[in-house]
Nanobody
Framework: QVQLVESGGGLVQPGGSLRLSCTAS????????MSWYRQTPGKERELVAI????????NYPDSMKGRFTISRDNAANTVYLQMNSLKPEDTAVYYC?????????WGQGTQVTVSS
């Protein structure tokens, strides 16, 4: 049974940091590219960061560069998203995704709220 379980979300003040985790089971984690997306009500889900399964190359949309860092620990079947200098507009539900060719698995999401 495939599972992706996100954790680490919560309430943080503007300028603060959070580290999200996504732990996977039920598939060969190291063979999959892993990514983080986020979504706010009424908007499409947007890509935050992606990390390759082989080699661990990372990529970020231009709008996400500088404050977000994706990493992975294949031994722990876990992908991380370090978020720094958070802004109110970063408030969203954050999802992790596993992808290999035409196969996609999604987690259930974790809420991040940036507010004073």
């Amino acid at each position: 049974q495939v599972q992706l379980v996100e954790s680490g979300g919560g309430l943080v003040q503007p300028g603060g940091s959070l580290r999200l985790s996504c732990t996977a089971s039920g598939f060969t984690f190291s063979a999959y590219d892993m990514s983080w997306y986020r979504q706010t009500p009424g908007k499409e889900r947007e890509l935050v960061a992606i990390i390759g399964g082989v080699g661990g190359l990372t990529n970020y949309p231009d709008s996400m560069k500088g404050r977000f860092t994706i990493s992975r620990d294949n031994a722990a079947n876990t992908v991380y998203l370090q978020m720094n200098s958070l802004k109110p507009e970063d408030t969203a539900v954050y999802y992790c995704k596993a992808n290999r060719y035409y196969t996609n698995y999604w987690g259930q999401g974790t809420q991040v709220t940036v507010s004073s």
